[in-house]
């Protein structure tokens, strides 16, 4: 008698056999796998498949597979890269009115830094619960929540009588149910919809997030001169709010189901120890980079126009350089990507934030005009493709199914980062009357996140070594990936 082995308990799902559906409609049913034995020579699947494909077990089905690196992916592609340069409009746009409010208001340059700092704060807060969200209802849900949280952000903001109601406006309506909805799940998304260029995808995702930069400063400041910054504000609230809740309807579709692997194979091991560490303690790593080097990253963007104005260059020039510094961080952001699909994301982050370091040390020798737009394009292409890195680090070594909420939690250390480090640079310059000392906190942070990204890149090649020997003597243990296209014939109960 054969003897009969337990090798996992798997849950997939199978194909609607209706082929008539276009892409972007076509669904996958759910399959339960109640059992997985070896039986002699070929292993036997012992399934239970849903009967109806009008199965209320999920709320909305999801695609299949043949959808993944597809003509429909790409095409929700674009419209998420709207869907993010409409949502990160206010991430900017606070920046170039900051001179304005600082003088409307009467505060100090710290207090007038303070709508950033809490648009940050709840723009992370607010992705780990969108991407939980995301997780569960998909992303069109928490789009539409984010549409009305962008308008309402901007018509309050418009209207605030007093900074502190200025920067309540920004950090729960702007950030905590606006923007947040617009980074980390997308990405998060973005990644599920792609295997074979995963990493340009996500980069092309993310530079929307760049792309508002370098279109809303300019859009802002021309508002700003003409009409004033109120008006500014409710224009765009309806333009972003009313565009977002739009494209939205077009992301109805969930994304295919991640692939399972089975317990025990080299893929499966990869995700539960991420880096040889545990979950928590690689989520927890990766957390601490996003906070350091965003700190780093806020003095260029948050203060470039409080900075030019203060040389005597005008908040014009500011937003010039602000919006070139973007531009070019979306060319970094496309270039890193493809990087990223060939060395990994642990080598790009590593590779992002020591440019990011060189670009930072350059603010401090040189304050000329034509030096500074130099200094900001270089910026811009040297540190534009670290973010987009956590994500693709995140679906290299987490498990996909937590994509959401695991991206989202990195993004979330990533804003509070940016949040901490626009504050603290306003500190700084309110307490020494210079930039200079802000620069070079930014370095020291930077110092810390490039560590980080060695360390774990040491990590990385020391897993690889191993799994490179075992692979050698033929020792490593485990089992395929298997997916619905690869599973051996199943029995259906």
Same mark, same amino acid.
């Given at each position: 008698?054969?003897?009969?082995?337990?090798?996992?308990?798997?849950?997939?799902?199978?194909?609607?056999?209706?082929?008539?559906?276009?892409?972007?409609?076509?669904?996958?049913?759910?399959?339960?796998?109640?059992?997985?034995?070896?039986?002699?020579?070929?292993?036997?699947?012992?399934?239970?498949?849903?009967?109806?494909?009008?199965?209320?077990?999920?709320?909305?089905?999801?695609?299949?597979?043949?959808?993944?690196?597809?003509?429909?992916?790409?095409?929700?592609?674009?419209?998420?890269?709207?869907?993010?340069?409409?949502?990160?409009?206010?991430?900017?746009?606070?920046?170039?009115?900051?001179?304005?409010?600082?003088?409307?208001?009467?505060?100090?340059?710290?207090?007038?830094?303070?709508?950033?700092?809490?648009?940050?704060?709840?723009?992370?807060?607010?992705?780990?619960?969108?991407?939980?969200?995301?997780?569960?209802?998909?992303?069109?849900?928490?789009?539409?929540?984010?549409?009305?949280?962008?308008?309402?952000?901007?018509?309050?903001?418009?209207?605030?009588?007093?900074?502190?109601?200025?920067?309540?406006?920004?950090?729960?309506?702007?950030?905590?149910?606006?923007?947040?909805?617009?980074?980390?799940?997308?990405?998060?998304?973005?990644?599920?919809?792609?295997?074979?260029?995963?990493?340009?995808?996500?980069?092309?995702?993310?530079?929307?997030?760049?792309?508002?930069?370098?279109?809303?400063?300019?859009?802002?400041?021309?508002?700003?001169?003409? *009409?004033?910054?109120?008006? @500014?504000? $409710?224009?765009? #609230?309806?333009?972003? !709010?009313?565009? %977002?809740?739009? =494209?939205? +309807?077009?992301?109805?579709?969930?994304?295919?189901?991640?692939?399972?692997?089975?317990?025990?194979?080299?893929?499966?091991?990869?995700?539960?120890?991420?880096?040889?560490?545990?979950?928590?303690?690689?989520?927890?790593?990766?957390?601490?980079?996003?906070?350091?080097?965003?700190?780093?990253?806020?003095?260029?963007?948050?203060? *470039?126009?409080?900075?030019? @104005?203060? $040389?005597?260059? #005008?908040?014009?020039? !500011?937003?010039? %350089?602000?919006? =070139?510094? +973007?531009?070019?961080?979306?060319?970094?952001?496309?270039?890193?990507?493809?990087?990223?699909?060939?060395?990994?994301?642990?080598?790009?982050?590593?590779?992002?934030?020591?440019?990011?370091?060189?670009?930072?040390?350059?603010?401090?020798?040189?304050?000329?005009?034509?030096?500074?737009?130099?200094?900001?394009?270089?910026?811009?292409?040297?540190?534009?493709?670290?973010?987009?890195?956590?994500?693709?680090?995140?679906?290299?070594?987490?498990?996909?199914?937590?994509?959401?909420?695991?991206?989202?939690?990195?993004?979330?250390?990533?804003?509070?980062?940016?949040?901490?480090?626009?504050?603290?640079?306003?500190?700084?310059?309110?307490?020494?009357?210079?930039?200079?000392?802000?620069?070079?906190?930014?370095?020291?942070?930077?110092?810390?996140?490039?560590?980080?990204?060695?360390?774990?890149?040491?990590?990385?090649?020391?897993?690889?070594?191993?799994?490179?020997?075992?692979?050698?003597?033929?020792?490593?243990?485990?089992?395929?990936?298997?997916?619905?296209?690869?599973?051996?014939?199943?029995?259906?109960?």
């Amino acid at each position: 008698m054969r003897r009969r082995q337990a090798v996992g308990i798997l849950a997939v799902r199978r194909p609607r056999t209706d082929d008539s559906q276009p892409d972007g409609k076509r669904e996958c049913l759910p399959a339960v796998i109640l059992g997985f034995f070896n039986n002699g020579s070929e292993p036997v699947l012992i399934a239970l498949t849903a009967p109806s494909t009008h199965s209320t077990l999920m709320p909305r089905r999801h695609a299949c597979d043949d959808l993944i690196d597809s003509t429909y992916a790409f095409r929700r592609l674009l419209v998420t890269l709207a869907i993010m340069t409409l949502g990160s409009s206010c991430m900017y746009v606070v920046a170039v009115v900051l001179p304005a409010v600082q003088a409307e208001f009467g505060v100090s340059r710290s207090d007038a830094s303070l709508p950033y700092t809490l648009l940050m704060i709840g723009f992370g807060v607010g992705g780990v619960w969108m991407g939980r969200f995301a997780d569960r209802f998909g992303v069109q849900g928490s789009l539409l929540i984010g549409s009305a949280g962008i308008l309402a952000g901007f018509v309050w903001a418009g209207y605030s009588g007093n900074i502190f109601s200025f920067a309540l406006a920004h950090g729960l309506m702007l950030g905590l149910l606006g923007a947040s909805t617009t980074f980390a799940p997308l990405l998060a998304d973005t990644s599920l919809w792609w295997n074979k260029r995963r990493g340009i995808a996500v980069a092309i995702c993310a530079s929307g997030n760049y792309m508002a930069g370098a279109v809303w400063p300019t859009v802002a400041q021309y508002g700003v001169t003409t *009409i004033g910054w109120r008006q @500014t504000y $409710l224009y765009m #609230g309806l333009v972003c !709010g009313l565009g %977002m809740a739009l =494209l939205s +309807l077009l992301l109805r579709q969930r994304p295919p189901l991640a692939r399972v692997t089975i317990a025990g194979s080299t893929h499966a091991l990869k995700t539960e120890r991420p880096f040889g560490l545990s979950v928590g303690r690689a989520q927890a790593l990766l957390c601490v980079a996003g906070l350091a080097c965003c700190v780093a990253m806020a003095m260029p963007q948050v203060h *470039i126009v409080a900075y030019c @104005t203060d $040389l005597g260059f #005008g908040p014009a020039r !500011g937003a010039e %350089m602000l919006s =070139l510094m +973007l531009a070019c961080g979306i060319v970094s952001r496309l270039v890193s990507g493809a990087i990223c699909d060939r060395i990994g994301g642990v080598r790009t982050l590593l590779l992002g934030s020591a440019l990011q370091g060189v670009a930072l040390l350059m603010f401090l020798p040189f304050n000329g005009l034509v030096s500074l737009y130099g200094i900001s394009a270089m910026f811009g292409l040297f540190q534009g493709g670290i973010v987009p890195s956590y994500a693709i680090i995140v679906r290299e070594h987490f498990p996909p199914q937590e994509a959401g909420r695991r991206v989202g939690a990195v993004i979330m250390a990533t804003l509070l980062g940016m949040a901490l480090g626009g504050w603290m640079s306003g500190k700084i310059f309110d307490l020494t009357g210079s930039y200079q000392v802000a620069m070079i906190n930014g370095v020291l942070w930077n110092m810390l996140n490039l560590s980080i990204a060695g360390w774990l890149f040491w990590r990385v090649r020391n897993q690889e070594r191993v799994q490179a020997q075992a692979h050698a003597h033929g020792a490593l243990p485990g089992t395929p990936i298997i997916s619905h296209n690869t599973l051996p014939q199943s029995k259906s109960i």
